[in-house]
């Protein structure tokens, strides 16, 4: 043989099986790229969706892989030196937020681009691949592993393979963008289609832009289940350092990785801690970004606990610039962990570490500096919520090109954000009522392990450890988890702010964690009175198996309730999703609409959450369904919904929009519905009806056709006005007629029951 085909021979075998390990991921891309495959998961399910479950379950650790991958990639460019696949993970996924931000920048968000970036990544990491560290293999890590699994899969097939087609805000503000990005190759909008605030909550959101590049939206769900193991990952790794173990013993200190382990788990299925409130994490909604932002938190929590490292310096100082550029009212969150960070680091005289926290939160004050300016230099205002703090300084002139100030001002009022009470007594009198109940939890589990370490010692004495000095544990790490947890629950049950407590849903997670340490420290201070009393040989194994019963019972009563309510096994072996037990949306009507007007515009004036569905829907023609605020309609709310009647037409017909729905029985008029070209003087004057349902019409311009009969003018004339008079019972005032004519709305009175009335119109 020659030396050519030698070399030849030498590089197949080097590289066929590289080529082998990437086949499956390739054909699990394509077959999710298919056309049609979101409709037959709507209507039709079978043999196509137990290929797509199939299909995501093969393809979530290549995604995993490449986040690690480029973690250990950056690593070595950057710092030469190893580190724990926490780390990788974490600031793999800093990297690719901000290589996404970069490429999305530049307009070259082209799937070959992503998909060679990834390969590239991941055949280098075939190159220098390592192991990750093991631990000693025991009965209980091997039943705590098994649960743990078990948990995995349960979260992951109920919440990351079923798209979500319940939550409105997904369907309406975080796929379309993806969709959006993946069309254009860019972050920036459309002039047809400018979807702003989908901008502005996702343009930073690198991670996600790169996979949606060459997966379809519903990826957004994959990757934050690869959060969610990410938190568990980093819970595994605070048990570690904050739980004292080593100190109360070396058979507490071999029982260390098992109950960490159950810690990990028991904060993933842990429900929230207030009343009234449904489970935490496992129940958040995976297509939204609040798991990417909570799997950071509580990474950073890590970052600046342990004893800080070259490696600590580079992972805080990225991930914290990449998740507040991703959106940067984060760097609130940020700053509090850093604080606690330089301030424990400071009393310890710990230089390294006190850098660590200053790295930390310079990088979230850059993150935010950045995305704060994007938003202004692009969209004209730094952030739209809280709309109030930034309404002041909004470039009208900017903003204008792809929306209306005046229809965010609408909102203020008709979503009484003005209102409301902002500070809430009764939520700190349940903060306290909280931190009673912890503390006497981690009372009462002290005092039980102290009694079976007693019994223990009595029992089953083995005295060849009591003796030895034992090493001081640092409880600065303790400080820092309690610290946090407390800011962050004092805050989100004292403020009225619906996205502060979704966001805070994280807490949830580190409670178990919490709890055990404080009964932990506690048990240390015992010792070190009466060292003889932990001389047993059973009582580290007796807290295990108590814990491994915990886990197991909490995750039966909270992710395997959800799983089962949800009815996940049924949708995995086949059944559509239009039949999932808690699916209320009718995509019927979108495909009905969509059958009888082809490639025509609608707008609808009501029925706004009964036409989320169809919202940017893939199942219909672009800007189909014309949304409320983020469309070129919405630009000319001046002219159009603010306007006079022939301003109105003029201004909608130059827009090519001639349809227009109106839902019976829905007084839940918006904006355009309020326009004077739709008082009853004028629906007989201008319109025709093109198509009439039990359930809706569709109005059209009376071009010579048939006149709108009087049944119909009236009923539609008697919901719009009955809207009117709702918002009046509620406010006072009408919201739409102060934003039209700049009123006082100083003296508006709220009864927000009232409003309950607009979807059915009582």
């Known amino acids: 043989m020659t030396a050519a085909g030698m070399r030849l021979r030498s590089l197949a075998g080097t590289w ?50 490449v986040i690690t991958a480029t973690g250990r990639l950056t690593f070595s460019l950057i710092r030469h030196e190893d580190a724990q696949r926490v780390d990788e993970f974490f600031v793999g996924a800093a990297t690719l937020i901000l290589l996404g931000l970069g490429l999305g920048t530049l307009s070259i968000l082209y799937p070959q681009i992503v998909l060679g970036l990834a390969a590239a990544a991941l055949l280098w990491d075939t190159r220098t691949f390592q192991m990750p560290r093991t631990f000693a293999v025991t009965l209980p890590l091997i039943a705590m592993s098994l649960l743990g699994l078990g948990l995995l899969a349960m979260v992951f097939l ?30 920036w909008l459309a002039t047809d289609n400018p979807i702003f605030s989908d901008f502005e909550i996702g343009h930073g959101n690198g991670l996600h832009l790169l996979m949606a590049t060459f997966l379809p939206p519903h990826v957004a ?28 013993g070396r058979r507490w200190e071999d029982a260390a990785t098992p109950i960490a382990l159950g810690l990990a788990i028991l904060g993933l299925a842990w429900p929230r801690t207030m009343p009234s409130v449904t489970p935490g994490l496992h129940t958040m909604e995976f297509g939204k970004y609040h798991l990417q932002t909570a799997a950071f938190f509580v990474y950073f929590l890590l970052v600046v606990i342990r004893s800080s490292q070259s490696r600590d310096r580079l992972a805080a100082g990225i991930c914290g610039f990449a998740i507040t550029a991703s959106y940067p009212l984060y760097a609130a969150f940020v700053g509090l962990i850093s604080a606690l960070g330089m301030l424990t680091k400071a009393l310890q005289r710990d230089r390294s570490g006190l850098m660590t926290g200053v790295l930390l939160g310079a990088g979230a004050v850059a993150g935010c500096i950045l995305a704060f300016s994007i938003n202004y230099l692009y969209l004209g205002i730094p952030a739209t919520n809280p709309y109030s703090l930034f309404r002041g300084v909004a470039s009208v002139e900017r903003f204008s090109k792809f929306g209306s100030l005046d229809i965010l001002d609408f909102f203020v009022l008709a979503q009484s954000l003005e209102v409301s009470d902002f500070f809430s007594t009764a939520g700190l009198t349940a903060f306290f009522k909280q931190v009673k109940s912890v503390l006497l939890v981690a009372v009462l589990l002290a ?30 790490g303790l400080f820092i988890v309690i610290a946090y947890l407390a800011s962050v629950r004092l805050l989100d049950m004292t403020l009225n702010i619906p996205s502060l407590v979704r966001l805070s849903v994280h807490a949830s997670a580190l409670f178990p964690l919490a709890t055990v340490a404080i009964a932990c420290w506690a048990l240390l201070l015992v010792r070190r009175l009466t060292r003889i009393w932990f001389a047993g040989r059973h009582a580290p194994h007796v807290a295990v ?62 029925g706004y959450r009964a036409m989320v569905p169809c919202y940017f829907s893939p199942l219909l023609t672009r800007g189909k369904i014309i949304h409320t605020y983020q469309s070129d309609v919405a630009r000319d709310f001046r002219r159009i919904a603010a306007g006079d009647a022939d301003t109105a037409e003029a ?27 739709f008082q009853k003087d004028e629906l007989a004057k201008r319109f025709a009806v093109r198509t009439e349902t039990p359930d809706y019409w569709l109005l059209t311009w009376k071009n010579g056709e048939q006149p709108m009969g009087p049944d119909a003018e009236a009923d539609i004339s008697m919901l719009r006005t009955r809207s009117k008079e709702i918002y009046r019972e509620a406010y006072g005032v009408e919201p739409f007629e102060v934003v039209k004519h700049g009123l006082s709305s100083e003296r508006m009175v709220l009864h927000p029951g009232s409003l309950d009335q607009l979807s059915e119109c009582r």
């Not at 499956?24 to 479950?53: Q, S």
């Open 158 to 187: 109920d919440r990351a393979v079923i798209p979500d087609v319940i939550s409105s805000d997904v369907q309406q503000l975080y796929a379309p963008y993806l969709a959006e990005v993946a069309r254009n190759h860019s972050i």
């Open 221 to 248: 769900q994959i990757i934050s289940f690869l959060y969610f193991a990410g938190i568990g990952a980093v819970i595994f790794e605070l048990a570690r350092l904050v739980l004292p173990l080593q100190a109360l």
């Open 447 to 476: 005092t039980a392990t102290w009694a079976v370490v007693f019994a223990d010692s009595k029992l089953f004495p083995d005295r060849s450890d009591v003796s030895k000095p034992q090493a001081s544990p640092d409880p600065a």
């Open 545 to 606: 198996l108590a814990l491994l019963i915990a886990c197991a019972w909490t995750t039966r009563s909270y992710p395997w309730q959800t799983f089962r309510n949800d009815g996940t096994i049924a949708f995995v072996t086949g059944r559509p999703l239009r039949q999932m037990p808690r699916v209320s949306l009718d995509w019927h009507r979108c495909d009905e609409l969509q059958q009888l007007t082809g490639s025509e515009r609608i707008l609808p004036l009501n």
């Open 16 to 65: 066929w099986w590289r080529l082998l390990l990437f086949a499956p991921a390739a054909l699990c891309i394509w077959y999710l790229n298919r056309d049609g495959a979101y409709r037959t998961l709507l209507f039709d399910g079978g043999w196509t969706t137990r290929f797509y479950v199939l299909a995501w379950i093969v393809l979530t650790p290549y995604l995993g892989w």
């Open 651 to 677: 201004t909608l017909r130059a827009l090519g929009v001639n349809l227009f729905y109106v839902q019976k029985g829905n007084c839940d008029f918006w904006l355009n519905g309020f326009s004077d070209l």
